[in-house]
C-alpha cells in the first residue's frame, strides 16, 4: 500500500491543536482534538507498563463498548502516576470537551504525555478546549500532529486510500515520540482514523495485527513509556458495504501500512537519533529468539554508539547476540552491515570492513544476523545513541 | 572486613605489567603476568555469553583440575570472535610463558580484553612475555592492574588480610572495566591472589559466594562482554591449618570483600561515569522479581541520563519498574532518592524533589524502592550515562 507521510482530511472527523500553555515554549502547541461527527467505531492498545497514566485507564475502560466520538490530548504534562487526582483530573478534562462539543462524556477519552508525576492546570485545559473546539477542522490534522509533540523535531502523520467493499476508504493517523519508546505494546501515542464502515470486532483485529511489525517492532531506548497508546476510530462515512473475509485483509493492509510508517517516523525522529537502522534476525531457532536477539542489539548502548560513530564494530553486535538467551553458534552465524557480509565462520570478515562503514555513512542501513540455527525471524527498526540523546534527557525533566 | 584500595604483597606470587605495543600509546603497559612459586589452588568463572573469546575456552579447560600457576593477560585485543587462529594464538602466548619460567603450559591461563574480532601478534606477545617475566616482582600488582587497562581511567586494585586455622592471610586482586559491563555472571577481567591454604572446591565455592553480591550486581551499559573472567588463586604459603566449617565463613568472607571493593570500583571507574548509584529494591514478592526491577531501573538510559543530569525524574524510575515484569502495584509502592522519600500512595511527593536532586549532586547516592509486595530484596550498583559515554563508545573501536 502507497502511504503519504501528509495530513489527509477522512470524511467524518475534523481535527484541532491549539495552545493551552502546558508547554514553556509561549504559544507551542500542545493541545490536540479529535472529533468525530457521530459515534465511531473504535479499539485501542496501550502500555504494558504496570505503572499506567490516569488516562490510560479511563480510556480502557471508555473504549470497551467499542465506540467513541472524541479524544483531546495534550503534552507538556503526561497525568501519569498522579493518583486518584490524576484520574479526577483526566475526567474533568473529557468532561469539558463533552460540554463544548454536545458528545455524550463517555464517548470522549483523554490522552497525555510529558511529564510524569505532575498535574496540568484545569483551568488552562478547559480555556484550550474552547478554542480547539473552534479551531476544528477536517483540515486539522497537520495541527493535531503538532499539538501532541513532546521531544519530537517535527510531526508525524501518515494517510493513504484503499478500496474496500466497493468504496474508496480514507484512513490518515498522526503520532508522537520520541524518547522513552521500546518494548512490548503499542508504544507512546498514536491516533488513528478511517472513514471505512468497520464493526469494533474486526477494527480492533486489524489493530492487533498491525502491532507486531509496527508499534511493537522499534526501539529507541529500550525504555516503556507509562502512557502509551495508539487508538483507531472508524467513522463509517465512505459508506462501504459490510465487510467479507477478503475485505478485512484490506483493512488490515491498510492499518498495518499506516502503523507501520508512523512507528518508522518515530524511530527516525528518535531523540538525538542520526540513523535509523533495520535490524533483521533470521535463521532462529523461534520467533522468540528472533525477537530476543534482535531486540538485544536494537538496544545494546554499545552497537548504539558504534552506529552513531559509523563503527562497523562486529564485535559488539556479536556481544549483544550472544548474550540475548538466544540459541546460537558463533561458529554458524553469519552477519551482514548494510548488506556486507562482516562475519561467517566464527571470523570477522576483515576486508570487508571499510565497505561496511561506507554503508553506515548513509542516514539509513540495516543489520542482517543469519543465526542458521533454524527458520525464524524478527525485525527490530532502532536508532544510534548520540550525545543529543544524553543532552535531551541530562539537561532537561521529560 | 577492611579492605584497602591498594596492592598488597601475598606469599607466593609475584606480578609483572609491561609494554608488548599492542595499545596504541607507546610504551603503554598492555601486558600482564601473574606467576606462582608453584602450582596454586584456582577457581574461575566466565562470561556467560554465548560468543566467547578464545581464551576463555582455554581457560575453562585448563582450570577445570582446580590448579594453575600462571596467568598471562594482555589488553588491546579481545581475542574473540577469532575461530581456530585464535584458540591456536592463545595456546601459543601461553606456551611463551611456560617456556619462559618453566612451568607446565597446562598451568598456564591466557586472558584477553580490548577490540573484538582481532588477532594479536604472537611475536610482540613473546617479547612482551620475555620482559614481563623478568620484570616479575612481589610488589608488582599495581604494574599488573595497569597492563589490563582498556577504558578504564585508573588500574582497580584491592587487597585484605584476614585470619585463617591460626594464621594471617593475605588476599589482594585487580580489575579491569569499564564498558561492555554488566549482567549475569563475572564481568571483564578480575584476577585475586591470596596465600591462604585452600582445597579447590571450597575456593570454587568462595568465589560463586561472591559473585550475587560483587561482579553479578554492577552494571555499566548493561551489554555483558566475551572475555568477562574472574581468576582467584590460592598458594598456601601462608601454611595455615587445613579449613573447618568455621574457616570457609572467614574465606567467603574475604572473597566477597574483595570481589566487592573490585566490582564497585570498576562502575566508579564506568565509561563516562560521573556518578556511582546503588539500586536496592525491596519488598519484592521475590528475588528474580527484587533482580529483574533493580537491573531494569540501574540500565534504562533515561534513568542514567537524569541521574546525570540531577534530576529526580521519579517518572522514569518508576517507569523502568513498571515495565521491568516485576509484580508491583503504583499505588503500593514507595520511593527514596539520596534517602529522601519521594513517591508513595500513588503520587509523587512534590515538595521533596529538591531534598532529593541536593543528594543526587553528590559522587554517590542510593535509590531505594520499596514494592512493599513481599519480602526479597535485591540490590545493584550503576553508573549515570553521560556524554562521554557516548564519546568513549562512539568515537573509538573498543
Not at 503534552?75 to 486518584?84: I, R
Not at 538525538?272 to 535463521?283: F, N, S, Y
Not at 525485525?379 to 544510534?384: A, H, I, M, P
Amino acid at each position: 500500500m502507497n502511504v503519504a507521510l501528509e495530513p489527509a482530511r477522512v470524511h467524518g472527523f475534523r481535527f484541532a491543536g491549539t495552545s493551552a500553555g502546558f508547554k514553556t515554549q509561549p504559544g507551542a502547541k500542545d493541545l490536540g482534538l479529535i472529533v468525530a461527527d457521530h459515534p465511531c467505531a473504535a479499539a485501542a492498545v496501550f502500555s504494558a507498563n504496570k505503572v499506567k497514566a490516569a488516562t490510560i485507564y479511563i480510556t480502557m475502560d471508555r473504549v470497551r463498548g467499542g465506540r467513541l466520538q472524541a479524544i483531546t490530548a495534550n503534552s507538556g504534562c503526561a497525568n501519569s502516576f498522579t493518583g486518584n487526582a490524576g484520574l479526577k483530573l483526566a475526567r474533568d478534562s473529557c468532561a469539558a470537551v463533552a460540554r463544548e462539543t454536545g458528545i455524550d462524556p463517555n464517548l470522549v477519552v483523554p490522552s497525555s504525555t510529558g511529564v510524569i508525576g505532575h498535574l496540568y492546570d484545569l483551568a488552562k485545559y478547559q480555556a484550550g478546549v474552547r478554542e480547539a473546539v473552534r479551531a476544528l477542522s477536517a483540515d486539522g490534522l497537520a495541527d493535531f500532529a503538532q499539538a501532541i509533540m513532546t521531544t519530537d523535531t517535527r510531526p508525524k502523520v501518515a494517510s493513504a486510500r484503499f478500496k474496500l467493499g466497493g468504496k474508496e476508504i480514507s484512513i490518515a493517523g498522526a503520532a508522537k515520540g520520541v524518547g522513552m519508546l521500546s518494548p512490548h505494546m503499542a508504544t507512546m501515542l498514536a491516533f488513528i482514523a478511517t472513514d471505512a464502515a468497520v464493526a469494533p470486532p474486526y477494527l480492533r483485529a486489524a489493530l492487533r495485527h498491525a502491532m507486531p511489525t509496527s508499534f511493537n517492532a522499534i526501539t529507541v531506548d529500550g525504555d516503556m513509556s507509562t502512557n502509551d497508546s495508539v487508538i483507531l476510530m472508524a467513522s463509517g462515512d465512505a459508506g462501504n458495504a459490510a465487510l467479507r473475509a477478503r475485505d478485512r485483509a484490506a483493512l488490515n493492509d491498510a492499518v498495518d501500512s499506516i502503523c507501520a510508517a508512523l512507528a518508522c517516523e518515530l524511530v527516525r525522529d528518535g531523540e538525538g537519533a542520526t540513523k535509523l537502522v533495520t535490524v533483521e534476525v533470521r535463521g532462529a531457532r523461534s520467533v522468540a529468539d528472533a525477537e530476543r536477539c534482535a531486540r538485544k542489539i536494537a538496544n545494546s548502548p554499545l552497537v548504539k554508539t558504534a552506529f552513531f560513530g559509523c563503527d562497523p564494530n562486529v564485535g559488539r553486535i556479536l556481544m549483544a547476540a550472544g548474550s540475548s538467551g538466544a540459541a546460537l553458534k558463533s561458529d554458524r552465524l553469519v552477519l551482514w552491515i548494510g548488506g556486507v557480509k562482516v562475519a561467517a565462520r566464527g571470523s570477522l570478515l576483515l576486508d570487508a570492513l571499510a565497505a561496511a562503514q561506507e554503508k553506515m555513512r548513509e542516514r539509513e542501513f540495516g543489520v542482517r544476523l543469519d543465526l542458521r540455527m533454524g527458520t525464524a525471524s524478527a525485525t527490530v527498526l532502532t536508532c544510534d545513541l548520540s550525545y543529543d540523546y544524553v543532552r535531551i534527557n541530562a539537561e532537561y525533566t521529560t
